[in-house]
């Protein structure tokens, strides 16, 4: 590990104020970009970046409405609705993803909530499988019930991303079928499952600064901080209703990320959606900035993602490392 100070200066705190985030946001960016990294530094090895793979397990016909999403049901998008896939198909794309250098699997599922039945009972399969394999086992799969939290946790699953995606505030102009005591709530069942949090959100999505500094102020004020934050910029999927949102600049997703890293320090902050419309320069910022995650494999759910080969060349010129899987819990000596 290099440039890490063993001497740990930064405390880890979760009684953030809403203005205190804000006063970090605000810094002129290069101030930012230069607390951040400094901070990151203090508590993670600044060469290494956890290596995700993404895929839909069960894709489209929602009946949510999250207004950017295209598994939406009730938009009319491009997305080829499919049944849940098959344990052995699924074990086959981890085998793949793990030999491309992935050491997380993170299966989506385009579900409301998880219900008791045989898909259900597929998907405890799939987790079993994969965390066989070695591979941090993850899933999205909506809304869980504690009961169903343990049921995961004891096949094997190591995290759960369930997104608050925007600002209490905001949340009601994005989607109208659930509520965010209702993601609140998800969150809680996962936490008391013992499962590992991934929990962040997407910018773009036509929120006010104050509503990104508003999930900020949520994530880093939930009795313990997620253990990854993913930030997406929105991918604009036509027939959604935010199909026409403008592209969000490199410059909001460092002041994301960078604001992140500074109030959940040890948290994996994932350089999520909208790396296919970043340049390698855009995207060092951001690893400048304490992002320390991505998803590899050139799709997301149902969009693009940058070629495994680019993915390749972007490691090589910004001398980053693979994390290995399990990394959380080494005992240190
Ligand atoms: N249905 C489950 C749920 O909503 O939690 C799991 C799958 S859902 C597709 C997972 C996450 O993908 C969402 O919470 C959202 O943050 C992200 N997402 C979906 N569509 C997106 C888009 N067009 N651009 C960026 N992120 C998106
Ligand atoms: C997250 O925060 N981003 C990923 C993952 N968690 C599930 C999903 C991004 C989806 C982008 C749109 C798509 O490919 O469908
Ligand atoms: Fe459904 Fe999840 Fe898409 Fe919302 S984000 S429409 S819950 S798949």
Redesign the pocket.
């Known amino acids: 590990m290099i440039h890490t100070n063993p001497i740990l200066m930064t405390e880890i705190r979760n009684n953030w104020t809403r203005e205190e985030i804000k006063t970090i946001f605000d810094l002129p960016i290069l101030e930012l970009i230069y607390k951040a990294a400094t901070v990151h530094r203090e508590f993670n090895d600044p060469q290494e970046v956890q290596v995700c793979t993404?895929l839909?397990v069960k894709t489209g016909g929602c009946p949510e409405d999250c207004a950017?999403?295209?598994?939406a049901a009730r938009y009319h998008t491009d997305?080829k609705v499919h049944k849940l896939l098959e344990v052995e198909e699924v074990l086959q794309k981890a085998a793949d993803a793990k030999s491309a250098g992935s050491t997380r699997f993170?299966m989506?599922a385009a579900w409301r909530e998880v219900r008791d039945n045989r898909d259900f009972d597929k998907v405890l399969d799939m987790v079993k499988g994969v965390n066989t394999m070695g591979m941090e086992v993850c899933c999205?799969l909506g809304m869980l019930s504690e009961e169903q939290a343990k049921k995961l946790k004891d096949a094997g699953l190591y995290a759960y991303?369930h997104?608050l995606d925007t600002s209490e505030e905001h949340y009601n102009e994005i989607i109208t079928t659930r509520n965010y005591d209702d993601r609140l709530n998800t969150l809680d069942n996962v936490r008391k499952a013992d499962i590992s949090v991934?929990s962040?959100?997407?910018i773009g999505l036509g929120e006010n600064l104050d509503d990104r500094v508003g999930m900020l102020h949520t994530l880093a004020t939930l009795p313990s901080h997620p253990e990854s934050v993913?930030?997406?910029a929105l991918?604009p999927?036509e027939g959604t209703p935010l199909e026409e949102q403008e592209k969000v600049s490199v410059w909001e997703m460092v002041r994301m990320i960078a604001t992140a890293r500074i109030i959940m320090p040890k948290a994996m902050v994932?350089l999520?959606?909208g790396r296919v419309r970043m340049s390698t320069e855009e995207q060092a910022l951001c690893f400048m900035a304490g992002a320390n995650s991505i998803?590899a494999g050139d799709?997301?759910?149902?969009?693009?993602?940058p070629e495994v080969d680019m993915d390749k060349q972007l490691f090589q010129t910004l001398n980053l490392k693979p994390r290995a899987a399990f990394k959380d819990q080494e005992v240190s000596i």
Do not use: E, H
Not at 68 to 71: A, F, V
């Open positions: 993404l839909s950017y999403c295209p598994q997305v993170c989506g999205t991303n997104n991934c962040g959100g997407i993913p930030v997406n991918v999927v994932r999520s959606a998803f799709k997301l759910l149902t969009t693009p993602n």
